[in-house]
């Protein structure tokens, strides 16, 4: 088998005396969907800062069979590493199309970028009725549209979600996770953290559960949907 896109090896990260996540491992593959799930204040947001070099660790994480360590943000996402932040992260005095167009600023195959613009369009139809408006009108359901829809035109060799669903009504929650499993059936890879398990496990192949800093469970997706154990923790049965 070849080498995972992505892997973490006894990742720690700490906030002074906090120890936010206790050496974790956990790895994702080409075109494998894998889920972090875990209750509040798990150590999962801690665990994607540190794997976009936003957060200094103690560890290993190999992207591509390289440390990131020491790695800028921007320059980890010129080599497809692409996060879509809680809080979406939307320049909200720009229009939406320009804030899709940030995404792809390091491109130069223009008609590539037009056709991913238009797959973007196709993805959320809402965006394509909004292009010339300014983002920060936008509702927070559709400002999620926009982080990922600029993420997308970055052509993600891993995209990373946190907490895509945060704060959005729950009509909204399933719109963005049709976009989820789309992506996921087109055989992107992607590292998905979400409080909502089951939407989680139902749009992924492997999960990891995240218990005070430290993985209590690893496994497939569908399986732990079926997990007694599982369910009574993280799916509210
Ligand atoms: P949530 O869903 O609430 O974001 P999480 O699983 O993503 O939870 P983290 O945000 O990674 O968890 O937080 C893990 C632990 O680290 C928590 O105890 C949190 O209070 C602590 N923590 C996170 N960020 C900081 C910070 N900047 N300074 C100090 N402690 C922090």
Redesign the pocket.
């Known amino acids: 088998m070849s080498e995972p896109l992505l892997s973490v090896k006894r990742l720690k990260v700490s906030?002074g005396g906090?120890h936010?996540v206790k050496g974790i491992d956990f790895t994702v593959n080409h075109g494998e969907q894998v889920t972090l799930i875990?209750a509040?204040?798990?150590?999962?947001?801690?665990?994607l800062r540190a794997l976009t070099g936003l957060q200094p660790f103690e560890g290993d994480i190999l992207f591509d069979g390289r440390s990131i360590r020491g790695v800028p943000p921007h320059r980890l996402l010129q080599q497809g590493l692409v996060m879509v932040p809680?809080g979406r992260g939307i320049f909200a005095r720009m229009t939406v199309l320009e804030n899709l167009q940030l995404g792809a600023y390091s491109r130069h195959d223009k008609p590539a970028v037009r056709q991913d613009l238009e797959r973007v369009c196709a993805l959320f139809p809402r965006l394509r009725e909004r292009l010339r408006q300014q983002a920060g009108l936008l509702s927070g359901g559709e400002q999620q549209m926009v982080a990922m829809g600029r993420a997308l035109l970055s052509r993600p060799r891993l995209l990373v979600l946190d907490?895509p669903s945060m704060g959005l009504a729950p009509i909204v929650v399933d719109a963005i996770f049709d976009v989820i499993k789309t992506l996921a059936s087109d055989g992107v890879t992607l590292l998905l953290?979400e409080?909502n398990a089951r939407l989680a496990l139902e749009s992924t192949e492997h999960a990891y559960v995240?218990d005070s800093g430290s993985l209590s469970h690893s496994g497939r997706s569908a399986d732990m949907l079926d997990d007694e154990k599982i369910k009574q923790a993280y799916l509210g049965e």
Request: hydrophobic share 30%; net charge negative; glycine share 18%.
């Open positions: 906030y906090i936010a875990g509040n204040g798990a150590g999962k947001t801690s665990s809680e907490e953290v409080q995240l």
